[in-house]
């Protein structure tokens, strides 16, 4: 009893204890709230935008941009406003602001439990006078305190303050983007009116923008977005009873044209916001605005004025020759991502063609310039670029026949027979001078052989982040079916250039904030994504003059005066899009040509993003070093790979002949008599090709495969029509006897006389190889190594003499080897050993 009473007790006096802790802390907490003071309304002006963001080049000398520099902001009165944008803002930021004491009790408390509890209800929700509070009279430090300061100072101005003027107060306040702030500035910059002259749809648009302002910008690439959240404020204003249901439509309906943007004392614009909006998204927007960073870029100043020229020179010539008023270019280094040339339009500042939006990072067809990539899946698959497909007319969906012609009861639409750029087809040609030429019906076939899903992986692994959804492309793919950005295709050929090494594309060296702290750095991040035999292989294949020429001409506008440069065009339907991308080891640079509203043009490709191109890349190369390409290894052994891998379009199944005997040849022929006889047979690839086990053996029944009979039937076709041009090889026409002049027995029998292992010989003296041969065919050369090392290559009579102190590797035991030759190309080796003595 006395142990319960004391626990009691105990129980008690803690009880006690804490209430009065309690009563303490909350009278300090009331007592320190209570102190804080309440400004003037007008203060609210007063508050001064000092730590500005500045934006700089990569040397960190020359100023892109600063974010404050021109700060538009005009304080006009709560009647002055007009009704649109009051209600318009009110509806979606905060729609009890009529009737709440400054704070919404019921956002507070899942503040609260959100961030106590971590239970996923969300804390958001700040009432406009809360906002106001934290946009002017508090730290943008996060904390619990500045929190509570934040309700308390909310409750103390609603009760100080008619609602009007707390209103007036966040509608002169608020960011709507880059350095725009307050209504009346936001309605000049944005629509050229005062604010009480606002439509409906035009407010609407406006009280959109404060959520997030760099994301919702009418100038940035998430109109969309903007258009969505636009239609939220309306169906919010609806449901409030702000509007009626006729003013509702008539708003939606309403098309609001934006006044175009006229930033000034900026350069690289694109580029700049380009760097702006990934600022905002990884710091914040009040980081960026108010933060005072300092952010050091990747950009070279040099080569973005002179792309700037070249792209505005090209595109207004393009415009006139081709009816392609716009173009966009991009730069990068392809050892370290970084972007060095950003150009988003012929001119930011040209209204007439939509010149701030940024095309650069807009999603286009790619055109021909997609096919590198699946190229190089094929070529990891075991295609080579001798391999040989047909270019014929071939109709490609299975629900079609052989001819185009849908079959009865599918769409006529469906069926898909492409065709080349010159409406001609080649007949046999190799994927080197398919893929240089920018042959379409070789790419498709390729494209199905090499399977979508490998070869959209390829794409992906090597920057191309826009095609996701791989049930939305079909075999069109290949010849540009899909949409890219111009930045991730640069960035993609860089993998190319960089010998299958991707290094992701970075626009910022450094970022520090107001205390000189480094907040980000960039750092190298390489990732094998491609074998490097395979990037070689593109390389070599787009930087092959020769093989293009046929397409392009001599010394075309993708010919850099003999540099080695590799080059892709790509061209969309009806010449919508015009692409020309292409790299040295030291840089990537792409163009593309065209019209923002996908407005056809006379011309595509290289007639049309080529001079661009070429302007550009013959300026770069001026301060880049005079870099080759390392060749790729193409050797293949012909004994393991099979013949129409290698080229070999006339059949699949081969013999050897030994070309001095006439005999069928062993292992003992050498290369230099060996020739290879393939058994005339002539089929489409599928007939010789599992194309899920490339390397494997032919299919047994190619004809389950889909495709079979569409690729079969022209080629029949055209082997008919054309078979009297070839030469015909047929089984009878193998051998039966086997090579009987390159044999163990009859391969050259050389003795080394001297020097002798029995002799030891001085450092200084002179030593005169000495051989006997026995024949069966006269020796006709021998190779002459000691320790391994070449050292000459002697012809009869063989004379051939040495002194051992001129002998790099000289031991005081040594080996001599000689590798013979006959006249036959027989060969073997003999060795002796020699001893050397220093006196």
Same mark, same amino acid.
């Given at each position: ?8 007790? !105990?129980?008690?006096?803690? &009880?006690?204890?804490?209430? #009065? ?102 804390? /958001? ?72 002259? &606002? ?14 302002? *760099?994301? &919702?910008?009418?100038? /940035? ?12 404020? !309306? ?29 000034? /004392? ?84 040209? =209204? ?14 790619? #055109? ?44 006529? #639409? ?48 090597? #920057? ?33 250039? %960089? ?41 070599? @294949? ?51 040509? +065209?019209?923002?509203? %996908? *407005? ?30 390392? =060749? ?95 030469? %015909? ?6 051998? +039966? ?26 450092? %200084? ?41 001129? @002998? ?18 027989? =060969? ?12």
């Amino acid at each position: 009893m006395r142990r319960l009473h004391i626990n009691n007790r !105990l129980l008690k006096n803690i &009880l006690l204890l804490s209430a #009065g802790l309690f009563i303490l802390g909350f009278g300090l907490i009331v007592v320190f709230l209570s102190s804080l003071r309440i400004p003037d309304f007008h203060s609210f002006t007063d508050r001064k935008l000092t730590n500005s963001t500045q934006i700089y080049d990569r040397t960190g000398e020359f100023l892109l941009y600063d974010i404050h520099q021109d700060v538009k902001r005009t304080d006009i009165l709560f009647e002055e406003m007009g009704a649109n944008i009051k209600n318009a803002t009110v509806a979606i930021e905060d729609s009890e602001f009529y009737t709440h004491g400054g704070i919404r009790l019921t956002s507070i408390v899942r503040a609260v439990l959100s961030n106590l509890f971590d239970i996923g209800i969300g804390g /958001g929700g700040s009432t406009i006078t809360q906002q106001l509070v934290k946009n002017t009279l508090l730290t943008q430090k996060k904390s619990y305190v500045r929190k509570i300061k934040e309700w308390f100072l909310a409750i103390k101005i609603d009760n100080s303050m008619p609602k009007e003027k707390i209103l007036e107060a966040y509608l002169n306040e608020i960011p709507y983007g880059g350095n725009i702030y307050g209504i009346e500035a936001a309605s000049k910059t944005y629509f050229n009116k005062k604010a009480q002259d &606002l439509t409906l749809a035009e407010s609407a648009y406006l009280a959109s923008i404060p959520q997030s302002p *760099t994301t &919702l910008s009418p100038y /940035g690439k998430n109109k969309d977005k903007l258009e969505t959240r636009k239609n939220l404020v !309306l169906s919010r204003m609806l449901e409030l009873k702000f509007i009626t249901k006729e003013e509702y439509d008539s708003a939606k309906k309403e098309v609001v044209i934006f006044v175009p943007q006229a930033t000034q /004392g900026i350069k690289a614009p694109h580029f700049v916001f380009f760097i702006k909006d990934y600022l905002e998204q990884r710091f914040g927007s009040e980081a960026v605005v108010n933060g005072g960073l300092r952010v050091t870029t990747t950009l070279d100043l040099d080569l973005q004025t002179k792309a700037e020229q070249f792209v505005k020179e090209g595109a207004l010539k393009n415009e006139k020759d081709w009816d392609g008023k716009n173009a966009s270019l991009v730069a990068i280094d392809p050892k370290t991502g970084q972007i060095l040339t950003m150009v988003g339009s012929r001119d930011y500042f040209d =209204k007439e063609i939509d010149g701030n939006f940024n095309v650069a990072t807009a999603t286009r067809q790619p #055109g021909s310039s997609f096919k590198p990539f699946i190229y190089a899946t094929a070529f990891n698959k075991g295609f080579t670029p001798d391999t040989v497909l047909f270019d014929l007319p071939t109709e490609f969906q299975s629900t079609c026949d052989v001819y185009g012609k849908a079959l009865p009861g599918h769409s006529q #639409g469906d069926c898909y027979m492409p065709d080349n750029y010159d409406g001609k087809f080649r007949g046999p040609i190799s994927l080197r001078n398919a893929l240089a030429q920018s042959i379409n019906v070789p790419a498709v076939k390729l494209f199905y052989l090499a399977g979508l899903p490998d070869s959209l992986r390829t794409a992906e692994n090597m #920057g191309i982040s826009t095609l996701s959804d791989i049930n939305q492309y079909g075999l069109t793919l290949v010849i540009g079916g899909g949409e890219v950005t111009l930045l991730d295709m640069t960035s993609a050929y860089g993998v190319f250039a %960089n010998n299958g090494v991707k290094n992701p594309y970075v626009g910022i060296l450094k970022v520090e904030d107001l205390s000189g702290n480094v907040l980000e750095e960039y750092k190298p991040d390489p990732e094998e994504v491609l074998p490097k035999n395979t990037a070689l292989t593109i390389s070599d @294949i787009l930087s092959d003059e020769e093989a293009r020429q046929q397409t392009f001409g001599i010394h075309s506008v993708l010919y850099m005066g003999g540099k080695d440069v590799a080059v892709k065009t790509g061209t969309t339907n009806s010449n919508k899009d015009a692409w020309t991308v292409g790299y040295t080891p030291s840089i990537v640079v792409g163009v593309w040509a +065209g019209n923002n509203e %996908n *407005t056809p043009m006379k011309k595509g490709g290289a007639a049309v993003a080529g001079p661009i191109w070429n302007k550009f890349m013959n300026e770069a190369l001026k301060k880049l070093p005079n870099e080759s390409f390392e =060749k790729p290894d193409l050797e293949v052994d012909p004994t393991k790979v099979k013949p129409v891998l290698r080229g070999f379009w006339q059949g699949n199944e081969n013999f050897f002949i030994d070309k001095s005997s006439g005999k069928l040849a062993t292992e003992n022929t050498p290369p230099e008599t060996r020739e290879e006889k393939i058994i005339t047979n002539v089929h489409s690839i599928l007939y010789w090709i599992d194309k899920k086990n490339i390397l494997g053996e032919a299919p047994t029944n190619p004809q389950n495969d889909s495709q079979f009979n569409h690729w079969e039937t022209p080629v029949q076709f055209w082997w008919e029509q054309n078979k009297y041009k070839y030469p %015909n090889t047929t089984i009878e026409e193998k051998p +039966g006897a086997i090579d009987d002049l390159h044999t163990e027995a009859n391969k050259p029998n050389v003795v080394i006389t001297e020097p002798d292992s029995t002799t030891t010989y001085q450092i %200084n003296q002179k030593i005169n190889l000495k051989i006997n041969s026995l024949k069966p065919f006269p020796l006709q050369k021998i190779d002459v190594f000691i320790n391994g090392v070449y050292l000459d290559t002697i012809y009869p009579p063989f004379n051939f003499s040495f002194v051992p102190k001129n @002998i790099e590797n000289l031991l005081a035991e040594n080996e001599i080897k000689l590798i013979s030759y006959d006249n036959m190309y027989n =060969k073997s080796e003999t060795i002796a050993n020699f001893k050397i003595i220093d006196n």
